[in-house]
């Protein structure tokens, strides 16, 4: 068998901004005009859409695999790099379908860029769109789920986290929680906005009304005010302090890891495990969480498995995703050793569901992981095409 055709879709879908607030890939109000707009407290740009790449490999026996990059902005660049650069290397390939065979694959796209920049961004949210296209195949080439491929006991159900609390108050947004607490939830990420004494108030709000089985994580956005702060999270059950500085900040995190006993945690703004690495060899975190559409089902794999070496545990991070995305992470953490979480934002999923043929299930407190060959899902090409631009 040989890979005949490797086919790209960026998709733009039309989002409900002022509900998004609080949730995942639109945590804050957004300023100015036109589809990307500056975070009102962030220090990047957003998507006032759904945005995604789409990949779709196809081998010379008719099969097909889809695989997704995450693509918040601009996923046209992606889709443009697989196109022009990554397309004519693979194209009349031999593939069987091997995990060792896709690995060899993954270096062979790191190489094709290799001092010219291949060490991050959108080069490797293209490459990440292939990789898991590769497992989709390997796992329908052979009828088995790619958790399968990857650890023959891997789990079947998944627990999830709440990633966000929507609300335009303390009182809406503990209603909200207490929803998903109610359904079986019991870990919720909360979003540093501006505003670090309401956020405070929040969480011990929050602890109040769900008692001591609730647990929550902060997400900084790069953007924590200061270490005295980070320290009020000390007293608090507070599994983790994600993204409290600038990504390229190696020192400063370091430093912070230091100072407080909150664990940090890291993953999204990094795609290898040799970004990843000063963090896991200083144990200057806690948690890794690799992005499925930014790693790869192979750079993760690797990422777990040191993170898991150096006794830090992982959690995929899944923020603005499509079908193949979100099916990716759950397979992640069904196989990975040092996972049992996944993170979960119901109108993402919501959205994603409505071009699958069948739904990715959840069940109130976790994730089926789908069982069928590959990931598990067939995409509704249909019900895509009005927003799909192929490439």
Known sequence: MQITSIETFAVHLERDQPSAKGLAGSPNA????????????????????????????????????????????????????????????????????????????????????????????????????????????????VCQPVCQLAAPHASDVVPAYLSGVAGDSTTARV????????????????????DWAALIELIDALQAELGAEARFAVDALWHLKSTADAKQLDSRAVAWLECPWMPEETAAHRKLARSIRTPLALGESYRTLRELAPYLDS??????????????????????????????????????????????????????ENCDLCEYNPRVLETANRFLKQPIIFTGSGYEVPNGPGWGIELDEQALQPFARPS
Not at 59 to 88: K, M
Not at 177 to 186: C, D, E, L
């Open 30 to 141: 957004l300023t100015g005009v036109g589809h990307y707009r500056w975070s009102k407290d962030y220090p990047c740009l957003y998507s006032t859409r759904i945005e995604s790449a789409l990949v779709k490999v196809t081998l010379d026996n008719g099969v097909s695999g889809w695989g997704e990059a995450q693509a918040p902005l601009v996923p046209e660049v992606a889709c443009t790099i697989i196109e022009t650069l990554l397309r004519p290397v693979l194209v009349g390939q031999p593939f069987t379908g091997t995990p060792g065979e896709i690995a060899a694959i993954w270096d062979q796209m790191y190489s094709t860029m290799r001092v010219r920049g291949q060490t991050g961004g959108f080069m490797l949210d293209a490459m990440s769109g292939i990789d898991l296209a590769l497992w989709d195949l390997a796992g329908k080439l």
């Open 175 to 194: 209603a909200f929680a207490k929803q998903h607490f109610h359904r079986g939830i019991r870990l919720f990420k909360l979003y540093f906005e501006s």
């Open 283 to 336: 144990k200057a975190i806690g948690w890794v969480q690799p992005d499925l559409g930014r790693s790869g089902f192979t750079e993760s794999l690797r990422i777990a498995a040191a993170a898991a070496k150096a006794g830090v545990a992982a959690v995929p991070h899944l923020s603005i995703a499509l079908g193949p995305q979100i099916a990716a992470a759950i397979h992640f953490a069904a196989a990975a």
